[in-house]
């Protein structure tokens, strides 16, 4: 059903309608604020990005492809944000040893609750947040992180891995306590 109420927005925005189009907006705007504000870390800059993204989306909703407009807008929305921090590139730190940390299987143990997960990943170096970020939330392969930061593959799995380490670190205090 809401496919199918999708679909029929979608062709109602296409013909300039715009109160299908604030119908679009107020279904999405949540998400897409969340997945920018995830990345930036700025509310005014989030805000400023969501808006583009919604913007872009409207002007160029012909080129939509998937039919699922929330997942093309926040893809939208995930692209600016990169574009935004891409000349930050600085944040990334080139450290082979990081290299060495494996990639195990990262759990945490049930009991923590979630805000004490998101402050943890909260407090990490920018470099490995970011890279964290659009992994675990963006579900973005280290490739398309690679490509879209401007960065090494090799780069990018290292800011996991330091990011699950130090992660591992902070949250074994929660587990103590």
Known sequence: ???????????????????AQKELFDQNINCVYNSVFRIVKRRDL?????????????ERLDEMRNGNFGAWVRR?????????????KNLLVHDAALLEIPED????????????????IEHLPEGAQLVFKLFAFEEMKHQEIAERLDISV??????????RKLLKEAL???DEV
């Open 105 to 120: 299987d990262f759990e945490l143990p049930e009991e923590i609750d979630p805000k004490q997960i998101m402050q943890a």
């Open 1 to 19: 059903m809401l496919l199918r109420k999708e679909a029929y927005l979608i062709r109602k925005s296409l013909k300039g309608n715009q109160r």
């Open 154 to 163: 090799s780069t990018s799995k290292s800011q996991l891995n330091r990011a």
């Open 76 to 88: 939208i929305a995930v692209n600016k944000s990169l574009n935004s921090i891409r000349s930050n």
């Open 46 to 58: 989030a805000e400023d990005l969501v808006q583009e993204s919604f913007i872009t989306a409207f």
């Open 172 to 174: 074994c205090v929660y």
